[in-house]
């Protein structure tokens, strides 16, 4: 479990983006849900996890994202493709996650 904000970006420049995602967790359980696709055509998981209460992090990929959590406060948008760009948009929603009753 990563549990500091150092441990957050090593382990995402670690991998560039090859992260295996094992779904032990349901979302509403979840500390932060994390989208790292270079495109989407909704990304209707993030509905799911905004829905439940869970703080997100997303690539500003086309078709979704940008849309869906633009204008929420802590900027969890992060380049595609960049995972020092990745983390810190994971590291900002980790360190200072928005109520659960404002997602």
């Known amino acids: 479990m990563v549990t500091k904000r150092h441990d957050v ?4 420049v670690a991998h560039q ?14 500390g932060l ?17 905004l829905a439940a209460g869970t703080p997100v992090a997303s690539t500003r990929c ?9 204008d929420l ?5 992060a380049t595609p493709g960049d995972p020092a760009s990745l983390a ?3 590291a900002r929603q980790l360190d200072n ?7």
């Open 73 to 77: 406060p802590g900027e969890p948008l």
């Open 17 to 30: 983006f090859r992260l295996l995602v094992l779904w032990t967790t349901p979302i509403p359980t979840a």
């Open 97 to 103: 996650p928005l109520p659960r009753q404002q997602l």
């Open 33 to 49: 849900f994390v989208l790292s696709s270079l495109w989407e055509g909704l990304g209707a998981v993030l509905v799911e996890a």
């Open 62 to 70: 086309p078709s979704g994202p940008e849309e869906l959590l633009g």
């Open 9 to 12: 970006v090593a382990d995402v």
């Open 88 to 90: 810190d948009a994971m």
